[in-house]
C-alpha cells in the first residue's frame, strides 16, 4: 500500500508506480455509504487492472473559501479519514488544499489538469450529483465530455439512498446534532467514533461511585450533549479488547458552574480497567441514552447515573 499524502500539485515529484490510477473524487466527509460506493468502485477496479486506487479531497473544506466565517463543521477530522480511507483499502490519499487557485479551474479544463499531475489516470470515480469546477458549474455530463478528449474514463455511481431520502454527510451532520446515534451510525456504515489522550479527571466520580476516563475530545461538530451507550478500547496494546460503558459527552451542569467550561467525554467502564492519564484510547458510540441534565444534588445525579449504568448493561446483553 502507498501511504503518500500529497497534494495534487506534487504528485509528480512523489515519484509514483507508473501503473493506471483509478481516482475517486469529493470531501467525502465521514466516508458514509454513498462515499464508500464510489470509492469501493474505483478499489475495484483498481484491484482487476493491477493500477493505484486513490482519492482526491479537500482540507480545508470548501466552505472555508466561501463562507469563511461559518464553514461547514465536520463529522471526521482530517487524520481520521486518512486512516479510515486506507483501511478501506485506498492505496493514496491526496488532500489537495481548497484554495481561491484552485477553485478557479474551469470545469471543461479539470480533467487536463488532474491528467497532468497525474500522468498515468485512467478513471475517475464520483456520485451522479458531483458538481465541480469554477463556480461549482460542471456537472457529470461535462465531466464525461472533458474527460473523454483526455482519455480518461468516468464512472458515476447511482445515489445510494436511504428510506427514498439520499444519503449525505449533511443529513448526518443533522442526525448527529440530535444526538441520533443509532441513525448517524446506520448511514455512515460504520460506527461514529472519538480517540485521544485520557485526562486525569478530578476525581469526584470515584467518590460518587462511578470512575470515569475523560477525554478532552474537542470534534468541529459537537453530538447532542448527552449520555450514550460506548465501547472503549486502548490504542495499540490490548487493542483487540472493546469495554463496554456508559458515557456522558457535556460540560457536567450538576457540578461545574459558568459558560466556560469545556465539554469532556467521560466514560464510565462497566468493568475494571488500569487505564491510566496520557493513554490513548478510541471510543465508539453505540446509542443515546438520554440528554444532559442539571440536577439538584449530587444524590439525584447518582440515582440516574446508576438507572444509565443499568440500561447500558441491558443494552449490551
Ligand atoms: C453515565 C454518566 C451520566 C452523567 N450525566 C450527567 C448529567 O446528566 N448531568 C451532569 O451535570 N453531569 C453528568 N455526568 C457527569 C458527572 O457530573 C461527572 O462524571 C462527575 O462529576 C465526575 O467528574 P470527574 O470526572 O471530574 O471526577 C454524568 C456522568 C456519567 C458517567
Ligand atoms: N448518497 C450518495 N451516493 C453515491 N455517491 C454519493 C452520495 N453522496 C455523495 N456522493 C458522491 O461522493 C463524493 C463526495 O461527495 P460529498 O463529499 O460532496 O458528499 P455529500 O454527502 O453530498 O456531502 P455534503 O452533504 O456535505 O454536501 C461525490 O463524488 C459525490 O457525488
Given at each position: 500500500?502507498?501511504?503518500?499524502?500529497?497534494?495534487?500539485?506534487?504528485?509528480?515529484?512523489?515519484?509514483?508506480?507508473?501503473?493506471?490510477?483509478?481516482?475517486?473524487?469529493?470531501?467525502?466527509?465521514g466516508v458514509h455509504l454513498g462515499h464508500q460506493a464510489v470509492i469501493e468502485a474505483?478499489?475495484?477496479?483498481?484491484?482487476?487492472?493491477?493500477?493505484?486506487?486513490?482519492?482526491?479531497?479537500?482540507?480545508?473544506?470548501?466552505?472555508?473559501?466561501?463562507?469563511?466565517?461559518?464553514?461547514?463543521?465536520?463529522?471526521?477530522?482530517?487524520?481520521?479519514?486518512?486512516?479510515?480511507?486506507?483501511?478501506?483499502?485506498?492505496?493514496?490519499?491526496?488532500?489537495?488544499?481548497?484554495?481561491?487557485?484552485?477553485?478557479?479551474?474551469?470545469?471543461?479544463?479539470?480533467?487536463?489538469?488532474?491528467?497532468?499531475?497525474?500522468?498515468?489516470?485512467?478513471?475517475?470515480?464520483?456520485?451522479?450529483?458531483?458538481?465541480?469546477?469554477?463556480?461549482?458549474?460542471?456537472?457529470?455530463?461535462?465531466?464525461?465530455?472533458?474527460?473523454?478528449?483526455?482519455?480518461?474514463?468516468?464512472?458515476?455511481?447511482?445515489?445510494?439512498?436511504?428510506?427514498?431520502?439520499?444519503?449525505?454527510?449533511?443529513?448526518?451532520?443533522?442526525?448527529?446534532?440530535?444526538?441520533?446515534?443509532?441513525?448517524?451510525n446506520a448511514l455512515l456504515g460504520h460506527r461514529y467514533s472519538s480517540s485521544g489522550?485520557?485526562?486525569?479527571?478530578?476525581?469526584?466520580?470515584?467518590?460518587?461511585?462511578?470512575?470515569?476516563?475523560?477525554?478532552?475530545?474537542?470534534?468541529?461538530?459537537?453530538?447532542?450533549?448527552?449520555?450514550?451507550?460506548?465501547?472503549?478500547?486502548?490504542?495499540?496494546?490490548?487493542?483487540?479488547?472493546?469495554?463496554?460503558?456508559?458515557?456522558?459527552?457535556?460540560?457536567?451542569?450538576?457540578?461545574?458552574?459558568?459558560?466556560?467550561?469545556?465539554?469532556?467525554?467521560?466514560?464510565?467502564?462497566?468493568?475494571?480497567?488500569?487505564?491510566?492519564?496520557?493513554?490513548?484510547?478510541?471510543?465508539?458510540?453505540?446509542?443515546?441514552?438520554?440528554?444532559?441534565?442539571?440536577?439538584?444534588?449530587?444524590?439525584?445525579?447518582?440515582?440516574?447515573?446508576?438507572?444509565?449504568?443499568?440500561?447500558?448493561?441491558?443494552?449490551?446483553?
Amino acid at each position: 500500500m502507498l501511504k503518500i499524502p500529497a497534494t495534487v500539485d506534487s504528485l509528480l515529484e512523489a515519484d509514483l508506480p507508473k501503473r493506471p490510477v483509478h481516482l475517486a473524487i469529493g470531501v467525502f466527509d465521514g466516508v458514509h455509504l454513498g462515499h464508500q460506493a464510489v470509492i469501493e468502485a474505483a478499489i475495484q477496479s483498481a484491484k482487476r487492472s493491477d493500477g493505484i486506487s486513490a482519492v482526491l479531497t479537500f482540507d480545508p473544506h470548501p466552505s472555508h473559501l466561501f463562507r469563511p466565517n461559518d464553514p461547514t463543521r465536520l463529522l471526521m477530522p482530517k487524520s481520521a479519514k486518512e486512516g479510515f480511507l486506507h483501511k478501506l483499502g485506498v492505496d493514496l490519499v491526496i488532500f489537495q488544499t481548497f484554495d481561491a487557485n484552485f477553485a478557479s479551474i474551469e470545469a471543461e479544463d479539470f480533467p487536463g489538469y488532474l491528467q497532468k499531475c497525474l500522468p498515468t489516470l485512467c478513471a475517475v470515480y464520483v456520485g451522479e450529483n458531483f458538481r465541480f469546477g469554477k463556480a461549482r458549474r460542471g456537472d457529470v455530463d461535462l465531466l464525461i465530455q472533458a474527460s473523454r478528449e483526455c482519455g480518461i474514463d468516468v464512472i458515476s455511481v447511482q445515489r445510494i439512498r436511504e428510506n427514498g431520502e439520499p444519503i449525505s454527510s449533511t443529513r448526518i451532520r443533522e442526525e448527529l446534532s440530535s444526538g441520533k446515534i443509532e441513525r448517524v451510525n446506520a448511514l455512515l456504515g460504520h460506527r461514529y467514533s472519538s480517540s485521544g489522550k485520557i485526562q486525569a479527571g478530578r476525581k469526584l466520580g470515584r467518590t460518587i461511585g462511578f470512575p470515569t476516563v475523560n477525554l478532552p475530545w474537542q470534534p468541529e461538530l459537537a453530538p447532542c450533549y448527552g449520555v450514550y451507550c460506548v465501547k472503549a478500547r486502548l490504542k495499540g496494546k490490548d487493542s483487540a479488547n472493546w469495554h463496554t460503558g456508559v458515557a456522558n459527552y457535556g460540560v457536567r451542569p450538576t457540578v461545574e458552574r459558568g459558560d466556560s467550561v469545556m465539554p469532556l467525554l467521560e466514560v464510565h467502564l462497566l468493568d475494571e480497567v488500569s487505564w491510566q492519564p496520557d493513554d490513548e484510547i478510541t471510543v465508539i458510540w453505540e446509542k443515546f441514552i438520554r440528554s444532559e441534565q442539571k440536577f439538584a444534588g449530587i444524590d439525584d445525579l447518582k440515582t440516574q447515573i446508576s438507572k444509565d449504568r443499568q440500561f447500558a448493561q441491558d443494552f449490551f446483553t
